[in-house]
């Protein structure tokens, strides 16, 4: 992964986007690649998929995988904002960055898959990200 080379290659007075603690970096590297590997794969599927029967399985595992990261964010955050705890972090980056997906596809077809009633912790996590001035300076509306 590109952000990890950079994070790992370049020394840099900013801290790491990584966790320092080696089991904290290697949950936050599962659940990135079962972000990449996995939820997304299943949400680009819903999208492109002609049959509805494909479409309303793939939707379903979307929303299972948001369930799985509604548990891996309070896991992982520790009562803090982010992933990352007080700053964003990788895993942030790597969900946040499909964030944009999600608010266009409840805008254009009515799907609200950020669901405060399913993943409260989640939808606030996405709040707090978008609001992050180093984040809403490079997002679309």
């Given at each position: ?49 002609k049959s509805e ?86 997002v679309p509306e």
């Amino acid at each position: 992964n590109i952000v990890e080379y950079i994070d790992e290659t370049w020394n840099s007075p900013a801290p790491s986007i990584l966790p320092s603690h080696p089991h904290d970096r290697a949950l936050t590297r599962f659940w990135s690649a079962y972000v990449d590997d996995k939820w997304f794969p299943a949400l680009k599927a819903a999208a492109i998929t002609k049959s509805e029967d494909a479409k309303a399985k793939s939707m379903e595992e979307v929303e299972e995988g948001l369930l799985r990261l509604e548990e891996a964010f309070v896991a992982i955050s520790k009562g803090k904002p982010f992933f990352g705890g007080e700053a964003i972090g990788f895993m942030d980056i790597c969900l946040g960055s499909f964030l944009i997906l999600l608010k266009a596809r409840e805008k254009l077809k009515g799907e609200k898959l950020l669901d405060e009633s399913k993943i409260p912790c989640l939808c606030k996590w996405a709040d707090e990200f978008l609001s992050d001035d180093t984040v809403k300076n490079v997002v679309p509306e």
